[in-house]
């Protein structure tokens, strides 16, 4: 299980470095079915953490901050009920929230006349508030943010850069929040060194595949790791 989670940990990250997110969805699935609900999402917060460290050099010029600061601001008041949910729930309904989550977050292109209305500084408050709470208890905070880059007409370029941004200070307090991870230290370097290979990979990666090739990978293997992780919660549920 750990070979299969390193692989696909190297694949979040250079997709992560091509397309400017989705690292914690690719990863969700394989790493809360080795790890579990709870430990699995602490690891992958961590990881991300790591991936946005290398991400955010790059994108620092590009950085919109009047956006990203009410985002964080928002994200980070609400982290703590995320992290007390996650912490209070049961496995089964945990693994049923991640999953959900999951779901939504492969939905978020269909939330067009939704993100509408999500705009400005109330929508940038609202939203970053949603996505601190989805951080902090799944580590998939994108749904919320990419609806009110939509809404707020904000171009592709500045918000994947600060995104790099809002993920680090999201990923810094949930880590707070979570504590760090308690699997085997060994584990935990080589999901590390992945991610940072991954990053570095990336980098090349990006200079030769397509953005669009990206995503479709992306969506592929997110897509089966949020359906097993389903799958797992409603079997815990009827066992």
């Avoid at 992958?44 to 620092?60: D, K, T, Y």
């Avoid at 880590?175 to 080589?190: H, K, M, N, S």
């Amino acid at each position: 299980m750990l070979v299969l989670t390193a692989a696909v940990t190297v694949l979040a990250a250079v997709i992560q470095r091509v397309t400017g997110l989705a690292f914690v969805l690719v990863l969700i699935g394989p790493i809360v079915l080795a790890y579990g609900p709870v430990e699995g999402v602490t690891v992958a917060v961590l990881l991300a953490v790591i991936a946005s460290l290398f991400a955010v050099p790059g994108a620092w010029r590009e950085v919109d901050w009047p956006r990203t600061l009410w985002l964080l601001g928002a994200g980070m008041l609400a982290a703590p009920l995320g992290a007390l949910t996650a912490s209070a729930l049961p496995e089964p309904a945990l693994l049923l929230l991640i999953g959900g989550m999951g779901v939504l977050a492969l939905s978020a292109q269909r939330l067009g006349p939704i993100a509408r209305h999500v705009r400005g500084r109330p929508g940038a408050i609202g939203a970053g508030a949603v996505a601190g709470f989805m951080h902090a208890s799944s580590g998939l905070s994108g749904p919320a943010l990419a609806s009110f880059a939509l809404g707020d007409d904000w171009p592709q370029r500045r918000f994947a850069a600060s995104a790099q941004i809002i993920f680090l200070g999201y990923g810094a307090v949930s880590v707070a929040l979570r504590g760090l991870p308690t699997i085997a230290p060994a584990d935990l370097l080589v999901l590390g060194a992945c991610t940072a290979a991954g990053m570095l990979a990336g980098v090349y990666a990006a200079r030769r595949v397509p953005p669009s090739v990206a995503r479709r990978v992306m969506l592929l293997c997110a897509w089966a790791g949020t359906l097993v992780v389903l799958v797992r919660a409603i079997i815990a549920f009827v066992v």
